[in-house]
């Protein structure tokens, strides 16, 4: 059997899991599809309202988190600029890698069964009447509006707190086709539309109705037939063990 998964996250937040998937005898090839640009002084305009978010942080009733890059990027800030942290927020993370960076500043964040928007919010604190609550969302610019959506119908007042910009990386035309073909990858980790919009374009019809797409939500998987991807698979939790076992089960059905 081949074991061969193309890995699509950006530089630096795939170490983890590739740690785990080679110890379990896969072999990952790494290649971003997206860089991630944070925020700093010469961006102007988006910088200054990112910092003044973190600035006035003790406003907020409830912050969420829904990526590990704004996670960190947060993380860094607040330590800055709030030597001590403010109390009677309650906190909320997408998922654990979106956690995983607040532990430093001693947070225990809130997380959903399924790490994505419709989890957080089926979670008590976030599924009831929230008038009168003020909400901040870190997360980079653009992506889902659902989330806001739904928490502004229960009542909320919602801010965005935009920590980055993520920004395509170009390829030659065939050029991610002929790496899978090179690699003889199978199986391709993709966590956003975005990505999956990126990798269809850029593949043979063959590879499209062959390569096992794995996807965090099945609002990504119901995008892949108009992508003419054949083979796409709803992976909800997207760490080592989640990832392992959902490769398990596509290998034992193939």
């Not at 998937?21 to 910088?47: K, M, Y």
């Not at 997408?94 to 399924?114: N, T």
């Not at 990504?220 to 991807?229: D, E, K, Q």
């Not at 083979?231 to 909800?236: A, L, Q, T, Y």
Request: proline share 5%; net charge negative.
């Amino acid at each position: 059997m081949n074991k061969s998964i193309l890995i699509t996250r950006p530089q630096g937040q795939a170490d983890e899991l590739i740690g785990a998937l080679t110890q379990a005898n896969w072999h990952c090839v790494h290649q971003p599809l997206l860089r991630i640009c944070p925020f700093n002084e010469q961006h102007g305009a988006p910088f200054h309202a990112m910092k003044q978010h973190i600035m006035n942080l003790d406003i907020y009733d409830v912050v969420i988190s829904v990526s590990g890059n704004a996670s960190s990027l947060a993380v860094d800030l607040i330590d800055q600029y709030w030597p001590q942290m403010p109390v009677g927020i309650d906190w909320y993370a997408v998922g654990p890698s979106s956690a995983q960076a607040f532990q430093s500043l001693g947070i225990d964040m809130q997380l959903p069964q399924h790490n994505h928007s419709e989890g957080l919010l089926e979670l008590d604190g976030l599924n009831q009447d929230l008038t009168q609550k003020k909400v901040l969302i870190f997360r980079g610019v653009g992506g889902r509006e659902h989330l806001a959506d739904t928490l502004k119908l229960r009542g909320a007042q919602v801010h965005y707190c935009e920590l980055y910009q993520r920004e395509p990386i170009n390829f030659a035309q065939g050029e991610l086709a002929s790496l899978l073909s090179q690699e003889q990858i199978h199986y391709a980790l993709l966590t956003s539309g975005e990505m999956l919009h990126q990798l269809a374009t850029q593949l043979t019809d063959s590879q499209k109705q062959n390569v096992h797409v794995i996807v965090p939500s099945e609002r990504i998987a119901n995008m892949a037939p108009g992508l003419n991807i054949q083979r796409i698979h709803v992976c909800p939790k997207i760490n080592a063990q989640g990832l392992l076992d959902c490769l398990t089960k596509i290998t034992h059905s193939s």
